[in-house]
């Protein structure tokens, strides 16, 4: 019986030293970069990647105050929202084109009405506190902020249009912001602040934060939505010098 209990110790002996040397391998492999490849689940057949959010844009000037800023206005918004990852499709309308619940009306108007109780040199403004389908831009206070004389607008040379557009594009896009993601504040400075000068206007590129960003895309995926909200105040942005 003795000699039998000193062969099972010899053999737990020996089983915890091979155990033991096998610990330290593995040790010794992890101290020297070794790692074991992860394995990669793939994706469910059938299943196509992810799409980006597209949005679908209105143009509307209402007057024909600036027949040549779409081209212009439309492709800079459009390069910002793709710059956010969201896609865009633009349908010129006019004042009597009737949008579905899936589009957003881009109004231009030559000036904001007296009547709106709108801060001075406003240049768009939007409904405030739900998703709106309907915002507007001021051309005479884009205008203003360029330094440009509002009487001048029919005379501008080419290159002067498209930077005038290019102006009104940037408007737009942070109205569409407004429009879609009504949770997102203006910020200090950039392409959501309050107000919007010549300096900035005139940036060879501009865009929106990362969680802007973010939060756009997560307005546009919700944007057809239909909301119960009534009425309520309007987000502007203002222009200046």
């Excluded at 406003?122 to 205008?143: D, E, F």
């Excluded at 429009?179 to 865009?207: C, I, K, N, T, Y």
Aim: glycine share 10%.
């Amino acid at each position: 019986m003795v000699h039998g209990n000193r062969g099972r110790h010899a053999v737990c002996g020996a089983l915890f030293a091979i155990l033991l040397a096998i610990g330290r391998a593995a040790s010794a492999g992890d101290s020297e970069g070794i790692r074991v490849p992860l394995r990669e689940v793939p994706a469910p057949p059938g299943i196509p990647p992810p799409r980006e959010p597209r949005l679908r844009l209105v143009w509307i000037d209402v007057l024909d105050s600036a027949p040549f800023a779409f081209r212009y206005a439309s492709r800079e918004a459009s390069a910002i929202l793709a710059d956010a990852g969201v896609a865009t499709t633009w349908t010129l309308g006019d004042a009597s084109t009737v949008t579905g619940e899936d589009e957003l009306k881009i109004v231009l108007m030559p000036g904001a009405a007296n009547g709106a109780r709108l801060p001075a040199h406003v240049m768009g403004g939007t409904p405030r506190g739900a998703r709106s389908h309907t915002t507007w831009v001021y051309l005479s206070n884009v205008l203003w902020a360029l330094g440009v004389a509002d009487r001048a607008v029919r005379s501008l040379a080419p290159s002067d249009e498209a930077t005038v557009a290019r102006a009104l594009g940037r408007v737009v896009a942070h109205e569409i912001v407004h429009a879609v993601a009504p949770e997102v504040p203006h910020s200090r400075s950039g392409l959501m602040a309050d107000r919007m000068g010549r300096g900035f206007m005139l940036l060879a590129h501009v865009g929106l934060a990362p969680a802007q960003q973010a939060a756009l895309r997560a307005g546009v995926h919700a944007f057809a939505a239909p909301s119960l909200e009534g009425a309520a105040p309007v987000e502007v942005v203002a222009g200046r010098r």
